[in-house]
């Protein structure tokens, strides 16, 4: 499976920006796909999971009310809206991917839970 991730870039505070991260390969093994974002100095963080099969979602505390994640099943790939932007929003942003079954959302929560990772965007909100 390979993940490719588009749409970052420079944005005011306040401003949206949708994330893209389109999946290939062997995407019928896929269980869910999240979002983490790694600022400069900090550690890579969760932002926003979904799981494949009904949709259902978590995200951050940090991000709530402000992002939202979604899917499209049949191009294979999940988007970041993310709104209300803060310049404590700027980091690179990585999405990946689960190909093993679970039985609870909150494994996509942990970078533990995934099994591929694209290359990063990288978001810069300025204030």
């Known amino acids: 499976v390979q993940l490719q991730a588009s749409g970052g870039g420079l944005v005011q505070a306040g401003g949206s920006l949708r994330l893209s991260c389109e999946a290939s390969?062997?995407?019928?093994?896929?269980?869910?796909m999240g979002w983490f974002r790694q600022a400069p100095g900090k550690e890579r963080e969760f932002v926003a999971a979904?799981?494949?099969?009904?949709?259902?979602?978590a995200s951050a505390d940090s991000v709530k009310g402000r992002f939202a994640i979604s899917r499209d099943n049949a191009k294979n790939t999940v988007y970041l809206h993310m709104n209300s932007l803060k310049p404590e929003d700027t980091a690179v942003y990585y999405c990946?991917?689960?190909?093993?079954?679970?039985?609870?959302?909150?494994?996509?929560?942990?970078?533990?839970?995934?099994?591929?990772w694209g290359q990063g965007t990288l978001v810069t909100v300025s204030s």
């Open positions: 390969g062997r995407t019928n093994l896929l269980y869910g």
């Open positions: 979904i799981k494949w099969s009904d949709g259902s979602t």
């Open positions: 990946a991917a689960r190909a093993r079954n679970m039985h609870s959302i909150a494994v996509l929560t942990i970078a533990a839970g995934y099994d591929y």
